[in-house]
């Protein structure tokens, strides 16, 4: 990785030291989607660094409106994988798009750790009570799996936000509430490889 400080500031929380250095154009522009993990194990305090990312997101009206599961256990890593095989034969056949069937989904084997996002529309902030609104739980989300991905990057890793299954299915492997949403899926990992293969 070019740039370290990002995973440094991180690591150590000395945001004011080197104020200013940040190249966030080029931790933006770097980060790529990845679909081939390495199986090597991810270290807790690597994921608490990338969690803690997480939570530098905006949140509407000061409630933080996210849950992170974090997932290594081979055996609920293999459900979701089988799930998302399921959940891509249903996108087959009523999308119609023919590239899915060549789209392949053992990204979801060989990945070390998943981070499910979980939303709660409890904690939406204050367009819940205007029209048309509700929406700021997913926001706040999107920002904190934005977060995730660019300090997981600067940290040498590959991610994926993966968003193929189905919500209730998905409650039942992870045991969510019914009042709450998974937002994503963030797969993460070692990678030899430097993104690629956009579906
Ligand atoms: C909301 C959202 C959902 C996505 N879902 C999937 C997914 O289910 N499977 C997948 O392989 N990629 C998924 N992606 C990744 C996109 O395919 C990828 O970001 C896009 O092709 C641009 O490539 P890049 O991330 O390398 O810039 C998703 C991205 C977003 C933002």
Known sequence: MKSTFLS???????????????????????????????????????????????????????????????????????????????CKK???????????????????????????????????GADRFLEGGGLGYHHACAAAIQNMLLAAHELGLGTLCDTLFDQDVTREILGIDLSKETIAMICLGKTDVDSVQTP
């Open 90 to 124: 249903i996108l087959f056949e009523k999308s119609g798009w023919k590239w899915i069937d060549t789209y392949s989904l053992s990204v979801l084997r060989e990945v070390p750790v998943i981070i499910a996002v979980v939303g709660d529309p409890e904690k939406t």
């Open 8 to 86: 440094y500031i991180l690591l150590h929380g000395e945001y004011d030291k080197r104020r200013g250095e940040i190249d966030v154009f080029e931790a933006i522009k770097g980060r790529r989607s990845c679909r081939r993990f390495l199986p090597e194990a991810i270290g807790n305090d690597v994921i608490e660094t990338i969690l803690e990312a997480a939570v530098w997101a905006p949140f509407p009206a000061n409630q933080q409106s996210w849950e992170f599961i974090v997932i290594r256990d081979k055996g609920v890593i293999g459900k979701i994988y089988s799930h998302a095989e399921v």
